[in-house]
């Protein structure tokens, strides 16, 4: 796939071996045999995936990160684009989906990335095994609403890691319950950045926290339950499930 976005590619230190591969992850996400992105025009898949991803270097919690969850992988993005652009940081993609799963890990050996981890499961179960306070930044797109993406996340971070959210902006009634959450999780200090990967980008927002605390072992709850039952909407829900 032709890049088009040189300059900023430059601005993310992007060299051209890392121009190369990234053109090579562009046919991958192109050639997939199914239906790995909804995305499937040469110029979107620049601005809304690999931009998009790339923005997250301007957060220097992600810059000087050492080991990143990407939770809910998808097609491999962020984890990717990050594996690419940080060699030194190892990227893990957690995504149930055993198709994209595969997806991911065999572009990450044709892109010859070295330093990504596929686990082909739900967050919630690694989240209470081998993932367990080991990574200093989780991050996701578009998961889920706020208390939920808390709930998978704050428990995969070590003490003063960070959460990472790339959504659309969220109402107030998501905020307070997504707060209550990360009280209940150990989390605290949510803001909130507006980011703009590309010209014209719209309603791109990250909602950053810290882990202060530490995470009670009965979270996260079993498959589904977060999901079901957000922490911070009902009282019941500070008792697990």
């Given at each position: 796939?032709?890049?088009?976005q040189?300059q900023?590619?430059?601005?993310?230190?992007?060299g051209d071996?890392a121009?190369?591969?990234l053109?090579?992850?562009?046919?991958l996400?192109?050639e997939?045999?199914f239906?790995v992105?909804?995305?499937n025009e040469?110029?979107?898949?620049e601005r809304?995936?690999?931009l998009?991803?790339?923005?997250?270097?301007?957060?220097?919690?992600?810059?000087?990160?050492?080991?990143?969850a990407?939770i809910?992988?998808g097609?491999?993005?962020?984890?990717?684009?990050?594996?690419?652009?940080?060699?030194s940081?190892r990227v893990?993609a957690?995504?149930?989906?055993?198709?994209?799963?595969?997806?991911?890990?065999a572009?990450?050996?044709a892109?010859?990335?070295?330093?990504?981890?596929?686990?082909c499961?739900?967050?919630e179960e690694?989240?209470?095994?081998?993932?367990?306070?080991?990574h200093?930044v989780?991050?996701?797109?578009a998961?889920?609403e706020?208390a939920?993406?808390?709930?998978?996340?704050?428990?995969?971070?070590e003490?003063?890691?960070?959460?990472?959210?790339?959504k659309g902006l969220?109402?107030?009634?998501?905020?307070?319950?997504g707060?209550?959450a990360?009280g209940?999780?150990?989390?605290?200090g949510l803001e909130?950045i507006r980011?703009?990967p590309?010209?014209?980008?719209?309603n791109r927002?990250?909602?950053l926290a810290?882990?202060e605390?530490e995470t009670a072992e009965?979270?996260p709850?079993?498959p589904?339950?977060?999901?079901?039952?957000?922490?911070?909407?009902?009282t019941?829900g500070r008792h697990?499930g």
């Amino acid at each position: 796939m032709r890049l088009t976005q040189s300059q900023e590619y430059a601005r993310k230190g992007l060299g051209d071996d890392a121009l190369a591969r990234l053109s090579l992850l562009g046919d991958l996400l192109l050639e997939a045999p199914f239906n790995v992105t909804s995305v499937n025009e040469p110029q979107e898949i620049e601005r809304v995936h690999f931009l998009d991803c790339l923005a997250l270097l301007d957060l220097e919690s992600v810059r000087t990160a050492r080991r990143i969850a990407d939770i809910g992988s998808g097609a491999g993005l962020p984890t990717l684009v990050l594996a690419l652009a940080l060699p030194s940081a190892r990227v893990t993609a957690v995504e149930s989906q055993r198709k994209k799963g595969g997806f991911i890990a065999a572009a990450a050996g044709a892109m010859g990335l070295e330093n990504v981890e596929v686990r082909c499961e739900r967050v919630e179960e690694y989240g209470r095994s081998v993932g367990r306070g080991i990574h200093d930044v989780v991050v996701s797109r578009a998961l889920a609403e706020l208390a939920v993406v808390a709930e998978y996340s704050l428990p995969l971070l070590e003490p003063r890691g960070k959460m990472i959210a790339m959504k659309g902006l969220i109402s107030d009634e998501e905020r307070i319950q997504g707060e209550r959450a990360l009280g209940i999780l150990g989390g605290s200090g949510l803001e909130s950045i507006r980011m703009e990967p590309f010209v014209g980008a719209e309603n791109r927002w990250v909602y950053l926290a810290e882990k202060e605390g530490e995470t009670a072992e009965s979270y996260p709850r079993r498959p589904g339950v977060a999901a079901r039952r957000p922490l911070g909407r009902h009282t019941a829900g500070r008792h697990g499930g």
